[in-house]
């Protein structure tokens, strides 16, 4: 989930800085706070939710929707297929039909539904 998180920090172009303010952190401790947050791989609730509001995208976003791995190198890829969501980082997740971030292979991701599913 932080892989999307910090991948779609480094698309919006925004400072530590300005991200802090956004997720309603005081000034003196927003770009320490954020910095904090962004490093971690076990996020709270209520930071995520603060994440989100301060993106101005759903929480769904945030949370990768399936774990690939490309035929071509073997990099295992987080997939999110998220409305509206920019393109995150390189190296970090990927948008349902993206290409490796490794090797450039196209990804496609099929749901597969079983013969009992209606």
């Not at 770009?31 to 509001?53: C, E, I, Y």
């Amino acid at each position: 989930m932080m892989e999307v998180v910090r991948g779609l920090f480094k698309a919006s172009g925004m400072s530590l800085q300005e991200l802090g303010e956004k997720m309603g952190f005081e000034t003196p401790t927003a770009r320490q706070a954020v910095f904090q947050f962004l490093r971690g791989n076990d996020p709270r609730l209520s930071s995520m939710q603060r994440f989100a509001k301060a993106m101005e995208i759903p929480m769904f976003d945030l949370i990768p929707s399936h774990l690939v791995t490309c035929k071509k190198c073997g990099t295992e890829i987080a997939c999110y297929g998220g409305r509206d969501v920019p393109e995150p980082a390189k190296g970090t997740a990927i948008k349902l039909g993206g290409r490796c971030p490794n090797c450039g292979n196209k990804i496609d991701v099929a749901i597969v539904r079983s013969k009992d599913a209606n």
